[in-house]
């Protein structure tokens, strides 16, 4: 009788730790929700950065253009000044 009893409790303890309960499965329904949302959010924060990262580099390139063209106007405003230096000078 002792023996049968405790095999009982034995399979009936195995069964509990196996089950889970409606708080178990809502609180874990939660978590997914919880994880998803942030999921959903670092989506939308990476999108944002790379948003900005495009409209960094576009930035950049009109940056570089414009650089690129002082430099060739004032490559020509040098060149002129040497040349009437050497014209001034052959005089």
Known sequence: MKKG???MLMI???AMVGCAT??????????EMQ?????DQAAMDAQDAKLAADQAVKKA??????????????DE?????????HKSMRK
């Open 5 to 7: 009893l405790i095999m």
């Open 12 to 14: 009936l303890a195995v």
């Open 22 to 31: 409606r708080g178990d499965l809502e609180r874990l329904e939660a978590l």
């Open 35 to 39: 994880n998803r949302a942030k999921a």
């Open 61 to 74: 390139d009109e940056a570089e253009q414009r650089a690129a063209e002082r430099e060739r106007i004032a």
């Open 77 to 85: 405003k040098a060149k002129r000044a040497d040349n009437a230096f």
